[in-house]
């Protein structure tokens, strides 16, 4: 089975730009979760999907926002970046007990 | 989660084996272990997990200590590849219908001495 995938790899955005983030997980996971990874927090659990509907979320601001489609590709958005939202942006799609996760898109907010 | 303690950093050298500990002092009965690695610029990757007996799988083994208070990674032969942060986590079984998070430390970066 293919990994999970995640577009773009890499992005520039400046400061109060918004941006979409995107992940296709592992043919068959219908769980998609994302985190963030920073130098001074490390990485931090962000929300959680599964079927279409958010069933956890993490302690992040209301500028970070996600969605789930019906074939459980996941989308995240941050509106009206600012500088700390530099970051390494990971999903994981889980099955049972095992999260997998894709190589993350750096997203760099100047 | 219960919190987990790791060392910050380990060295092995080469085709020796490296025991990476993890203390979890406040492990509840229905706390699972986690074990993940994450290598350089790439996203964490799944090594073993464990409840409490002894878990081997063809990356590695978890040894965990009778009163469950801790727990070891064991890389039976290192190799430059393994070279990694590796993070030991606790996710409670009954936590939210099928939905957790994983809550990451600091984790153990070791580096391997060719």
């Known amino acids: 089975k293919a990994g999970v995938t995640q577009t773009p790899r890499y992005l520039i955005k400046t400061r109060g730009q918004q941006v979409t983030l995107s992940c296709s997980p592992i043919s068959g996971h219908r769980s998609v979760s994302w985190y963030q990874q920073t130098p001074g927090q490390g990485l931090q659990f962000l929300f959680e999907y599964f079927s279409e509907t958010q069933r956890n979320k993490g302690n992040f601001p209301g500028r970070f926002s996600g969605r789930q489609f019906s074939n459980s590709r996941s989308e995240m958005n941050v509106s009206t970046l600012e500088l700390g939202d530099s970051a390494l942006y990971l999903c994981?799609?889980?099955?049972?007990?095992?999260?997998?996760f894709g190589p993350g898109t750096r997203l760099l907010v100047l | 989660d219960a919190k987990t303690t790791q060392p910050n950093s380990m060295e092995s050298n080469e085709e020796e084996p490296v025991h990476l500990p993890c203390n979890h002092s406040?492990?509840?009965?229905?706390?699972?272990i986690h074990w993940y690695r994450q290598l350089p610029s790439q996203g964490p990757e799944y090594v073993i997990h464990g409840l409490t007996s002894n878990v081997n799988n063809r990356m590695a083994s978890l040894a965990i200590a009778e009163d469950r208070k801790s727990s070891t990674l064991i890389l039976h032969r290192a190799t430059l590849r393994d070279a990694a942060v590796y993070y030991c986590?606790?996710?409670?079984?009954?936590?939210?219908?099928?939905?957790?998070?994983?809550?990451f430390g600091k984790g153990t970066k070791l580096s391997v001495i060719p």
């Open positions: 406040t492990i509840s009965g229905t706390d699972y």
């Open positions: 994981a799609s889980k099955a049972q007990e095992t999260q997998y």
């Open positions: 986590i606790l996710r409670d079984l009954y936590s939210g219908a099928g939905s957790y998070q994983l809550t």
